[in-house]
């Protein structure tokens, strides 16, 4: 990848939507990946109420925020404990460099959907 070539936006989702193809989160059932981009002048303010809408969440769903360096950790764990249910260490280490060279303070937002249940919270 040629990294003096500044990319837009719209290619750098773009580009995050293939590199996430197939990657899947797993807890207690496999989840996968999404690219939400939300257009903000405020990076720092980015309303999370309005994430939740975004994607679809019912607004009392329990969320995560965690950055890139702590979601990478997680996710190249050794492979007999790895959270990433398809095995895939290359196609995550390729994001992994993709992220670092085009994204200033990322945050990865894990939803507990599973939790929330006709307005109750359960395990």
Same mark, same amino acid.
């Given at each position: 990848?040629?990294?003096?070539?500044?990319?837009?936006? %719209?290619?750098?989702?773009?580009?995050?939507?293939?590199?996430?193809?197939?990657? *899947? *989160?797993?807890?207690?059932?496999?989840?996968?990946?999404?690219?939400?981009? *939300? $257009?903000?002048?405020?990076?720092?303010?980015?309303?999370?109420?309005?994430?939740?809408? &975004?994607?679809?969440?019912?607004?009392?769903?329990?969320?995560?925020?965690?950055?890139?360096?702590?979601?990478?950790? $997680?996710?190249?764990?050794?492979?007999?404990?790895?959270?990433?249910?398809? $095995?895939?260490? %290359?196609?995550?280490?390729? &994001?992994?460099?993709?992220?670092?060279?085009?994204?200033?303070?990322?945050?990865?937002?894990?939803?507990?959907?599973?939790?929330? $249940?006709?307005?109750?919270?359960?395990?």
């Amino acid at each position: 990848m040629d990294t003096g070539h500044f990319l837009s936006s %719209e290619e750098i989702v773009v580009r995050l939507q293939e590199l996430t193809t197939g990657l *899947y *989160y797993q807890s207690e059932s496999d989840y996968p990946l999404e690219v939400v981009h *939300y $257009k903000t002048v405020l990076p720092d303010a980015f309303p999370e109420k309005e994430l939740v809408a &975004l994607t679809g969440h019912a607004t009392e769903t329990p969320m995560e925020v965690t950055d890139a360096a702590s979601f990478f950790r $997680k996710v190249t764990k050794p492979a007999n404990v790895t959270p990433v249910a398809n $095995k895939a260490p %290359e196609q995550i280490a390729t &994001l992994k460099v993709f992220c670092e060279q085009h994204l200033q303070n990322m945050k990865v937002y894990h939803f507990y959907s599973h939790l929330f $249940k006709n307005n109750n919270l359960s395990r």
